[in-house]
């Protein structure tokens, strides 16, 4: 930081100011004490407090995720289900394939792709930046999809395990539409194994809104690591792995508790 | 059986490209300022990068770079994780324990991003992107060849293997370690699709491969500047990473349809 000629008392005043002539353990203990209070500490590369510079960029990632989360569901959803009740249709093959591609497209690709088609091409949307809803449906597209291939792929095979069942045959026997048997009878038996990778994805999801901000410089907390990497900012760094960890622990727990929710065994179980 | 051969001999090109590729007389690092970003043509199938540099060329070395990767990362993660797990499962105890806490901590990171974090601080390189990918590799072969050894080693053939006074890293090599090869093989093959899309991913961040070697990553992240002039320089990288990863993926599934197949054929 102080670059290569640096003087020692301008080194060891350095060390003193970054609490670095500290013994490991009381520089642990304060950081933690800190950590209590909510202070991240501050950024050696502007000298902003953490906090201050995270609460500015959080919601920009937030917007991000949600979006991409909403792309996931309305792709996967009418994808895996179609396919797992036109099995081996043409239907079927498509939506399949759409989902090995999306697999294997990775993000850093199809986001410069889809700027080369949506932006320059058509036109239609902003090539990079956070301003206003088009902007974010590159970026959203980009993340869901991904997200999109593997749902659909679980989808299809949960709603083709439980389209066997008796309790699907009892529902056709008397009658219902074929939308309501999948809907209220296949769907909500099938959603367990989907919650769990919903949950599992959100955390893949965060990971992937690095690589994703970063493509379309989007303002969110992953491209702020990328930054901080680059600049070797530690305190952003830490602060910024300790938030998206602490998010995607969250996250998991959060499907645990809806797992309870969504399947009354559990609960029943846990009960009594 | 006809949708395997595609994907079999594109990763049978990878392979080649990745062996032989140092045999052929290769210019990856040729600078041409005359041939700045010139589009493809049949003398040169993929034109030249901002540099002016053969971009098959560097596709090559980018097949090398991958490869290279994929290879060492799959071999140390999955010899680390099998030996941690098996052992874990195998002697129980206090070292099982440590063993779960530790698998517990690293599944509480999503794997990239514990792996940018690593090649972060580590600083760019290639060892570098070997030892960030193998720290968060290990841990699904540890937690697959534990769950496996923890059913196995309550089975007959081990107590008999016991009671015939075998050594603990007998059984653990002759009577565990081949049944416990179906699941890693499938698990491995998957982590070559990851291993490829996370180097490059990091190559792409610019963590990984530094200039001027070539990486399928760090090639589309010099394209993306160029890409409203010349949009094949990030058009076949990304071709050649999504083809490779999808005849891994391909592979994968059937691999792994074919044996569950065989289990329950068994049962």
Known sequence: MLGETAHATDKESLRQALGLHLPIHSQLLNYLQRLIQFDLGTSIHSGRAITDIFLERFPATVELGLGATIVALTLAFPLGILSAIRQKTLIDFSAMTFALAGVSIPNFWLGPMLIMVGSLWLGWFPVSGRDGVLSLILPALTLGTAMAAILSRMIRSAVLEVIHEDYIRTAQAKGLTESRTIIRHALRNAMLPVMTLLGLQLGSLLSGAVITETVFAWPGIGSLMIEAIQQRDYPIVQAAILCISLIYIGVNLLTDILYAWLDPRIRIRDAS | ?267
């Not at chain 2, 570098?128 to 080693?153: D, E, S």
């Not at chain 2, 093989?185 to 982590?191: Q, Y």
């Open chain 2, 1 to 267: 059986m006809i949708r395997l051969w595609l994907p079999l001999i594109l990763l049978c090109i990878w392979c080649l490209l990745a062996l032989l590729g140092s045999t052929f007389s290769l210019a990856p690092n040729h600078i041409d300022l005359t041939n700045i970003l010139s589009q493809p043509s049949t003398d040169v199938w993929f034109g030249h990068d901002e540099l002016g540099r053969s971009i098959s060329d560097r596709l090559i070395i980018g097949a090398q770079t991958s490869f290279l990767v994929a290879i060492f990362v799959i071999l140390f993660s999955s010899l680390v994780g099998t030996i941690l797990g098996i052992a874990g499962a195998f002697w129980g105890g206090w070292i099982d324990h440590l063993l779960t806490r530790i698998i517990d901590v690293f599944l509480a990171f999503p794997g990239i991003l514990l792996a940018i974090t690593l090649a972060g601080i580590m600083g760019p390189g290639i060892k570098n992107v070997v030892l960030a990918l193998t720290c968060v590799g290990w841990v699904g072969y540890a937690r697959l060849a534990r769950a496996q050894v923890l059913t196995i080693k309550k089975t007959d053939h081990v107590t008999a293997a016991r009671a015939l006074g075998a050594t603990s890293s007998r059984i653990m090599i002759y009577h565990l370690l081949p049944l416990l090869s179906a699941p890693l093989i499938v698990e491995m093959s998957f982590g070559i699709a990851g291993i490829v899309v996370a180097e490059a991913g990091l190559s792409f961040l610019g963590l990984g491969v530094q200039p001027p070697d070539a990486s399928w990553g760090s090639m589309i992240r010099d394209g993306t500047r160029y890409m409203l002039v010349a949009p094949h320089v990030v058009i076949a990288p990304g071709v050649a990473l999504m083809l490779v990863v999808l005849a891994v993926n391909i592979l994968g599934d059937w691999m792994r349809d074919w044996l569950d197949v065989k289990n329950i054929r068994h049962m």
